[in-house]
C-alpha cells in the first residue's frame, strides 16, 4: 500500500519536473527570440542611423553616397548582395546602377565591374509593373535576359554570377512623394521561397529610409542643376551687356567728335563769321545750336551710364564756382525756353564761394534740371532757378511750375529710364536717363538730392552739398593779390 502511495508521489515530481522543465524550455526559446527581435531592431535602428548621417552630411555626389549606403547595407546584414539604382538628376527617365556592393564570398573578395553602370528605362515594363518590387527567380532568366533587363553586357552578367551564385533577388522599388526615385536590390543564395519574411520586412523598412536618403540628395543635386545652369545663363548675359556696353561707348565716343564740329560751325555762323544773318536764319540756327548741345549732354550720360557699369565712373574735383556754372548753363538755355514761351530766372548771388566740385559732371546735372523744367512745363509757365548758402551748406533748386508728377510715380522716379507717364505725352523722346544720372553725380560727391512735386502745379528739383565736405583746400585757394 505504502510502496503504491510511494510510487504515486514519485511519478507525481516526475510529471512537475517535466512541465516545469517544458516551461523554462518554453520560457528561454521566447527569451532567445526576444533577444534575438531586440537584436536585429538594433542593428536596423543602427543601420538607418548611419543611412541618415550619409545622407545629411556626406559633401559627396549621389554616386559615392549610394555606394556608402550599399557598403553600410552588406556590411550591417550580411547579404551577399546589395544593389542600389537611382535617377541621375539631370536623367529624369532613366535610372542607373549607383552602388553595388558584395559580400566577400567563400574567401574571395568579389567586385564587379561593369563597363558602364547598367540602367534601366524607367518606361519599361520591368520596372513600372508590381514584378520589380518582389522576390524575383534569377534561375528561370538567361544571362541574355538578365543582360537586356540591365542593359549591361550579356558577358558582365556572366561575370557576375559566377563570382556570386545568387539564385534570386529582392527587390524594393523606392517611392518618396508618388515618384521613384530608385530601386534596392538584395541578392540571395537559394530561391525565392527561401528568402525570410523578416529579411523582406527588414529591406522593406530600409528602402523606405534609402528613398528619402536619396530624393533629399536628388533634389539638392537639382537644385544645384538649376543654379549651375542658371549661372551659366547669367554669365552668357553679363558678356552680352559688356558687349552692348562697349558698343554704346565707342557709339558715344564716335559721335561726339562730329557733333563737338557741327556745334562749332554753328556758333561761328550764329556769331557772324559767314557773314551778317536775318532774324529768320538767326532763329532757326539757335535752335539747332540748341539741340546739338542737348545732343552732347545725351551722349555724356549714355558715356557715364556705361563707365558707372564698368566702375570708370570717376569724380575729378576741382575748385568750382556754382553761381558761375549755372549763369552760363542759363545763358544756353534761354533761347529754348523762350521758344516755348516760358520765363526763366535766375539771380546770380554775389561773391559765391568756391568748392570742390566735378565741374563737367554738375554742369550737367544743373542742363538737366533747367531743361526738364522747359520741357515739362507748358508755354507761359515760370521756372525759377537758385543757388543760396547757408552758413554750413550751399543749395540749388530749379522750380517750375509745369505738370508735375503723378504722387504714385514719385517714388520710382530717379531709377533708370523712368519715365512719369504724363512726361511720355508731354515730351515722346526723352530717354528717362537724366535724372538717374543726375542722382548718381550728386551722391558722388556726397551731396543730396532736392525733389518735391505736386501734379499739376509743378515741380521742385535740385541739389545741396555741404560746405564742409567740399572745402577747397589751402594748396587749390587763389593767391591774393600782390599789390605793386
Ligand atoms: P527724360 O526727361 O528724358 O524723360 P529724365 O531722367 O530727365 O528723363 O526724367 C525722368 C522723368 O522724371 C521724366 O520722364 C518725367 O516723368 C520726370 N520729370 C523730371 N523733371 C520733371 C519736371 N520738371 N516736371 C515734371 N516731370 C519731371
Same mark, same amino acid.
Given at each position: 500500500?505504502?510502496?503504491?502511495?510511494?510510487?504515486?508521489?514519485?511519478?507525481?515530481?516526475?510529471?512537475?519536473?517535466?512541465?516545469?522543465?517544458?516551461?523554462?524550455?518554453?520560457?528561454?526559446?521566447?527569451?532567445?527570440?526576444r533577444?534575438?527581435?531586440?537584436?536585429?531592431?538594433?542593428?536596423m535602428l543602427?543601420?538607418?542611423?548611419?543611412?541618415?548621417?550619409i545622407s545629411?552630411?556626406?559633401q559627396?555626389?549621389?554616386?559615392?553616397?549610394?555606394?556608402?549606403?550599399?557598403?553600410?547595407?552588406?556590411?550591417s546584414?550580411?547579404?551577399?548582395l546589395?544593389?542600389?539604382?537611382?535617377?541621375?538628376?539631370?536623367?529624369?527617365?532613366?535610372?542607373?546602377?549607383?552602388?553595388?556592393?558584395?559580400?566577400?564570398?567563400?574567401?574571395?573578395?568579389?567586385?564587379?565591374?561593369?563597363?558602364?553602370?547598367?540602367?534601366?528605362?524607367?518606361?519599361?515594363?520591368?520596372?513600372?509593373?508590381?514584378?520589380?518590387?518582389?522576390?524575383?527567380?534569377?534561375?528561370g532568366?538567361s544571362?541574355?535576359?538578365?543582360?537586356?533587363?540591365?542593359d549591361?553586357?550579356?558577358?558582365?552578367?556572366?561575370?557576375?554570377?559566377?563570382?556570386?551564385?545568387?539564385?534570386s533577388?529582392?527587390v524594393?522599388?523606392?517611392?518618396?512623394?508618388?515618384?521613384?526615385?530608385?530601386?534596392?536590390?538584395?541578392?540571395?543564395?537559394?530561391?525565392?521561397?527561401?528568402?525570410?519574411e523578416?529579411?523582406?520586412?527588414?529591406?522593406?523598412?530600409?528602402?523606405?529610409?534609402?528613398?528619402?536618403?536619396?530624393d533629399n540628395?536628388?533634389?539638392?543635386?537639382?537644385?544645384?542643376?538649376?543654379?549651375?545652369?542658371l549661372?551659366? +545663363? !547669367?554669365?552668357?548675359?553679363?558678356?552680352?551687356? #559688356?558687349?552692348k556696353?562697349?558698343? &554704346? @561707348?565707342? *557709339?558715344?565716343?564716335? /559721335?561726339?567728335?562730329?557733333l563737338?564740329?557741327?556745334?562749332?560751325?554753328?556758333?561761328?555762323?550764329?556769331e557772324?563769321?559767314?557773314?551778317?544773318?536775318?532774324?529768320?536764319?538767326?532763329?532757326?540756327?539757335?535752335?539747332?545750336?540748341?539741340?546739338?548741345?542737348?545732343?552732347?549732354?545725351?551722349?555724356a550720360d549714355l558715356?557715364?551710364?556705361?563707365?558707372?557699369?564698368?566702375?570708370?565712373?570717376v569724380?575729378?574735383?576741382?575748385? +568750382? !564756382?556754382?553761381?558761375?556754372?549755372i549763369?552760363? #548753363?542759363?545763358?544756353?538755355?534761354? &533761347? @529754348?525756353? *523762350?521758344?516755348?514761351? /516760358?520765363?526763366?530766372?535766375?539771380?546770380?548771388?554775389?561773391?559765391?564761394?568756391?568748392?570742390?566740385?566735378?565741374?563737367?559732371?554738375?554742369?550737367?546735372?544743373?542742363?538737366?534740371?533747367?531743361?526738364?523744367?522747359?520741357?515739362?512745363?507748358?508755354?507761359?509757365?515760370?521756372?525759377?532757378?537758385k543757388?543760396?548758402q547757408?552758413k554750413?551748406?550751399?543749395?540749388?533748386?530749379?522750380?517750375?511750375?509745369?505738370i508735375?508728377?503723378?504722387?504714385?510715380?514719385?517714388r520710382?522716379?530717379?531709377?533708370?529710364?523712368?519715365?512719369?507717364?504724363?512726361?511720355?505725352?508731354?515730351?515722346?523722346?526723352?530717354?528717362?536717363?537724366?535724372?538717374?544720372?543726375?542722382?548718381k553725380?550728386?551722391?558722388?560727391?556726397?551731396?543730396?538730392?532736392?525733389?518735391?512735386?505736386?501734379e499739376?502745379?509743378?515741380s521742385?528739383f535740385?541739389?545741396?552739398?555741404?560746405?564742409?565736405?567740399?572745402?577747397?583746400?589751402?594748396?587749390?585757394?587763389?593767391?591774393?593779390?600782390?599789390?605793386t
Amino acid at each position: 500500500m505504502e510502496e503504491t502511495q510511494d510510487k504515486k508521489k514519485l511519478t507525481a515530481s516526475f510529471v512537475r519536473k517535466k512541465t516545469l522543465q517544458t516551461t523554462l524550455q518554453q520560457v528561454s526559446q521566447q527569451m532567445y527570440a526576444r533577444n534575438k527581435e531586440l537584436a536585429d531592431t538594433n542593428r536596423m535602428l543602427s543601420l538607418l542611423r548611419t543611412i541618415a548621417a550619409i545622407s545629411m552630411e556626406s559633401q559627396s555626389g549621389i554616386k559615392q553616397i549610394c555606394q556608402e549606403i550599399t557598403d553600410a547595407v552588406v556590411e550591417s546584414t550580411g547579404y551577399p548582395l546589395i544593389g542600389l539604382f537611382t535617377q541621375p538628376s539631370s536623367h529624369r527617365d532613366e535610372i542607373a546602377l549607383y552602388g553595388i556592393s558584395t559580400k566577400s564570398w567563400q574567401g574571395k573578395t568579389s567586385t564587379i565591374e561593369f563597363a558602364r553602370p547598367p540602367h534601366l528605362k524607367t518606361q519599361s515594363e520591368w520596372f513600372t509593373t508590381g514584378e520589380i518590387y518582389e522576390a524575383i527567380e534569377l534561375k528561370g532568366h538567361s544571362a541574355a535576359k538578365i543582360a537586356e533587363l540591365l542593359d549591361c553586357t550579356k558577358h558582365e552578367v556572366k561575370v557576375f554570377l559566377d563570382q556570386l551564385p545568387i539564385k534570386s533577388v529582392y527587390v524594393v522599388k523606392l517611392v518618396v512623394r508618388q515618384r521613384v526615385v530608385g530601386l534596392l536590390v538584395a541578392g540571395f543564395l537559394d530561391s525565392v521561397d527561401t528568402i525570410a519574411e523578416s529579411d523582406k520586412h527588414l529591406l522593406d523598412r530600409l528602402g523606405g529610409s534609402i528613398g528619402v536618403a536619396l530624393d533629399n540628395k536628388l533634389l539638392f543635386e537639382e537644385n544645384q542643376h538649376v543654379v549651375h545652369q542658371l549661372q551659366k +545663363t !547669367n554669365q552668357k548675359l553679363k558678356a552680352l551687356d #559688356e558687349t552692348k556696353d562697349e558698343f &554704346i @561707348s565707342m *557709339a558715344s565716343h564716335q /559721335l561726339r567728335t562730329p557733333l563737338t564740329s557741327v556745334k562749332g560751325y554753328v556758333s561761328m555762323v550764329l556769331e557772324g563769321d559767314a557773314g551778317e544773318l536775318n532774324d529768320m536764319q538767326k532763329k532757326l540756327l539757335e535752335q539747332s545750336f540748341a539741340s546739338s548741345q542737348r545732343m552732347v549732354y545725351l551722349i555724356a550720360d549714355l558715356l557715364n551710364l556705361s563707365r558707372l557699369r564698368t566702375g570708370k565712373f570717376v569724380i575729378e574735383a576741382k575748385p +568750382t !564756382n556754382l553761381a558761375d556754372v549755372i549763369e552760363s #548753363e542759363v545763358n544756353q538755355l534761354k &533761347i @529754348s525756353a *523762350a521758344g516755348r514761351n /516760358l520765363t526763366l530766372d535766375y539771380k546770380k548771388p554775389d561773391n559765391f564761394p568756391e568748392i570742390m566740385l566735378d565741374e563737367t559732371k554738375i554742369r550737367q546735372v544743373i542742363m538737366n534740371f533747367a531743361d526738364n523744367a522747359i520741357y515739362y512745363t507748358p508755354s507761359g509757365g515760370s521756372i525759377d532757378i537758385k543757388l543760396k548758402q547757408t552758413k554750413d551748406s550751399v543749395e540749388f533748386t530749379v522750380n517750375d511750375n509745369g505738370i508735375g508728377i503723378p504722387p504714385e510715380e514719385q517714388r520710382h522716379l530717379f531709377n533708370k529710364f523712368y519715365r512719369a507717364k504724363n512726361a511720355q505725352k508731354a515730351r515722346p523722346d526723352g530717354t528717362g536717363l537724366g535724372l538717374f544720372m543726375a542722382k548718381k553725380v550728386i551722391i558722388a560727391q556726397g551731396g543730396a538730392v532736392v525733389f518735391k512735386s505736386v501734379e499739376n502745379k509743378g515741380s521742385t528739383f535740385g541739389f545741396t552739398f555741404s560746405k564742409q565736405k567740399l572745402k577747397v583746400p589751402d594748396h587749390l585757394q587763389p593767391k591774393p593779390k600782390t599789390t605793386t
